[in-house]
C-alpha cells in the first residue's frame, strides 16, 4: 500500500491575492504638419481643395482644442516632423507642427 502526503495548506496561503501583470503603455505621441485651420469641418474640407491645387499632396483633418487643422503629414518623432517642415515652409511659409 502506498501512503501520499498531503501538502498542508495554510489559511494565508489561500486568503493570499493573486497578482495579475498588466502591461500598460502609453499612447504614443504623433507630429503632424499644420498648414491650415478652421472652426468647421465644412469650412477644413473647402480648404483641402482649395490646397490641393496649391500642392498635391495627401491632406488629412486633425481635430481637437474646437479646430480642425489641416495636415500634410503625419510622423511617429519631432525629428522627422521638422524635417519634413523645413521642405514644406517653401510651399506653407506658416507651417507648423503639432504635437498631439
Same mark, same amino acid.
Given at each position: 500500500?502506498?501512503?501520499? @502526503?498531503?501538502? &498542508?495548506? $495554510?489559511?494565508? &496561503?489561500?486568503?493570499?491575492?493573486?497578482?495579475?501583470?498588466? @502591461?500598460?503603455?502609453?499612447?504614443?505621441?504623433? #507630429? #503632424?504638419?499644420?498648414?491650415?485651420?478652421?472652426? +468647421?469641418?465644412? +469650412?477644413?474640407?473647402?480648404?483641402?481643395? @482649395?490646397? $490641393?491645387?496649391?500642392?498635391?499632396? @495627401? #491632406? *488629412?483633418?486633425?481635430?481637437?482644442?474646437?479646430r480642425h487643422r489641416i495636415s500634410v503629414g503625419e510622423y511617429n518623432n519631432v525629428g522627422e516632423? +521638422?524635417?519634413?517642415?523645413?521642405?514644406?515652409?517653401? $510651399?506653407?511659409?506658416?507651417?507648423?507642427?503639432? *504635437?498631439?
Amino acid at each position: 500500500e502506498t501512503v501520499q @502526503e498531503v501538502a &498542508a495548506v $495554510t489559511p494565508a &496561503a489561500i486568503e493570499e491575492p493573486v497578482k495579475e501583470v498588466v @502591461e500598460v503603455t502609453a499612447p504614443q505621441k504623433r #507630429y #503632424y504638419i499644420i498648414v491650415a485651420s478652421s472652426p +468647421n469641418a465644412k +469650412n477644413a474640407e473647402l480648404a483641402i481643395k @482649395e490646397l $490641393t491645387r496649391k500642392m498635391k499632396a @495627401e #491632406y *488629412t483633418v486633425v481635430e481637437g482644442g474646437g479646430r480642425h487643422r489641416i495636415s500634410v503629414g503625419e510622423y511617429n518623432n519631432v525629428g522627422e516632423a +521638422n524635417k519634413a517642415l523645413s521642405l514644406i515652409k517653401n $510651399t506653407f511659409h506658416d507651417a507648423w507642427v503639432l *504635437t498631439h
